[in-house]
């Protein structure tokens, strides 16, 4: 569905938490609504595995968003909306930590997106999901791990 109105969309974040025993694998969503209508995108699915490595900072979303952490394990199908700044940075951390294994990389690339301005997470976040995307990752934990 088109967005009416655009200038006055208001983007968010849904995070649908999909139970996997007693761990859960996570979808992210980004939303915009305005003009009587929605559009939706998806942004970023993870696994359990690669959940339960950033536990943290999905539960930091969720809070920052004004739910209590509780609300991951009675979410459900219903998806929690994330306001638009957490759900950035929870995507980039997302997108920086998929495909890592070592866990000293993995809280430096946590650390690293936490440690940004709000402002060059919504520029990484913009280079992340467009064309050039797996490039802009790579190069986002090359910085985020100084290497």
């Known amino acids: 569905m088109v967005v009416a109105n ?7 974040y849904r995070l649908t938490v999909h139970r996997e ?8 969503e980004e939303t915009f609504t305005g003009g009587g209508g929605m559009l939706t995108t998806p942004v970023v699915s993870a ?28 979410s459900g199908d219903t998806p929690i909306t994330l306001e638009e700044a957490p759900g950035v940075r929870l ?14 990389r993995l809280r430096a ?18 280079k992340c999901v467009g064309a050039e995307a797996s490039r802009a990752r790579k190069a986002l934990r090359i910085l985020l791990a100084d290497e």
Do not use: C
């Open 6 to 12: 655009s200038h006055h969309a208001v983007r968010k």
């Open 21 to 28: 025993g007693d761990a859960f694998g996570v979808r992210l």
């Open 47 to 74: 696994n359990r595995a690669q959940t339960t490595r950033v536990q943290d900072a999905i539960v930091l979303a969720v809070k920052t968003s004004g739910h209590p952490a509780s609300a991951l394990a009675f």
């Open 91 to 104: 995507a980039l951390t997302l997108f920086a930590t998929m495909p890592l294994t070592k866990s000293g």
């Open 109 to 126: 690339m946590v650390a690293g997106v936490n440690a940004m301005s709000v402002e060059e997470a919504y520029y990484w976040y913009s």
